[in-house]
């Protein structure tokens, strides 16, 4: 680092610097590389950092923690599971780390989980060195994993009742990028059923950083009836995360509180974030945000797709 100001009082000298914009970046103390390679598609790093735990790290970015995956991977999975009134096919597009499909096979009403990832290796490496994330979600029954690029697959499938986006962020020249446009949500609303509801996870949501956030609501908004944006708290993010649910008929905002615990009775022991609160806290948004998303006009499309980072 040049002209570097910075001081560190701890004794340890490693770290991992996650870079999030020209401007900005985060530092993890880096206790331990546990695998790292070069896929065909991308870098692969799982570390090991001091105040998180294991990591998941693809192309320099952090994906999720072992201290607070709990609360990303219950955010991204219950609002749309409680939403449906009988989930049973369900796709996965992303979520190597296998804790979506986890999270998913907790209802007693799923029968299939489409699980696709382009890259093998991916799930290969969360498989060996992150059971605390899948839990042996990859070898249930139920779970069908296809190594295909998701856009192509959704584009020619049909009667999903949820399909979840959990993707990297939209990067330059990432694997993801063009799995935020308008027309791939296209494809995500015809592969849907009447009744179908799609999330995806939608970046930072920070006062000076919520452009890609506020861009993918408007985007699912040209697409879905129904669009809930909503936020959480992800400590090892060092930002308020933005996730959208774009449904086709039932409104996660409706639904009451007896609803929500009743839809997941069964399942309420096995979950450390998610319950009617904690439902009701992340689809109240503040003044700022709700500002931002009215004002905002941007339709992100395959000729003009928005990249998260600007370096
Ligand atoms: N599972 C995909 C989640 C991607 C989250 N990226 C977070 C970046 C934090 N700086």
Redesign the pocket.
């Known amino acids: 680092m040049r002209n570097c100001h910075i001081r560190f009082a701890m004794p340890n000298s490693k770290w991992f610097l996650?870079q999030?914009s020209a401007h900005e970046g985060?530092f993890y103390s880096l206790e331990e590389i546990i695998f790292n390679k070069k896929s065909s598609f991308q870098n692969i790093e799982i570390i090991r950092s001091g105040a998180f735990g294991k990591c998941l790290i693809l192309d320099g970015?952090?994906?999720?923690s072992e201290s607070d995956e709990f609360i990303?991977h219950e955010a991204i999975i219950h609002p749309a599971m409680v939403c449906h009134n009988h989930p049973e096919r369900v796709c996965i597009a992303?979520?190597g780390?296998g804790a979506t499909a986890r999270e998913i096979l907790k209802y007693s009403s799923v029968k299939e989980i489409i699980l696709l990832d382009i890259d093998e290796d991916v799930i290969a490496s969360c498989k060996k060195h992150l059971p605390e994330w899948h839990q042996g979600a990859f070898d249930d029954r139920r779970v069908k994993i296809y190594y295909e690029d998701a856009r192509t697959f959704i584009e020619r499938s049909s009667d999903f009742d949820i399909i979840i986006i959990?993707?990297?962020?939209p990067m330059e020249n990432g694997s993801a990028l063009m799995l935020y446009t308008k027309e791939f949500y296209s494809s995500v609303f015809n592969a849907l059923t009447k009744d179908g509801i799609a999330v995806t996870?939608a970046a930072?949501t920070a006062p000076h950083n919520l452009m890609t956030f506020t861009a993918i609501v408007n985007t699912l908004s040209m697409v879905f009836p129904i669009v809930r944006p909503y936020t959480v708290n992800i400590p090892s993010?060092?930002?308020p995360?933005g996730f959208v649910l774009a449904s086709k008929r039932e409104d996660p905002a409706t639904l009451s509180s007896q609803q929500i615990d009743k839809k997941i009775f069964d399942i309420q022991k096995t979950l450390r974030f998610y319950d009617s609160e904690a439902h009701k806290h992340m689809f109240s948004l503040p003044k700022y945000l709700r500002s931002a998303i009215t004002n905002q006009n941007t339709v992100i499309t395959d000729n003009q797709p928005l990249s998260f980072y600007q370096f």
Do not use: H, N, R, V
Request: aromatic content about 20%.
């Open positions: 996650e999030i985060s970015k952090m994906q999720s990303y992303g979520g780390e959990d993707l990297p962020e996870q930072a993010f060092f930002t995360w």
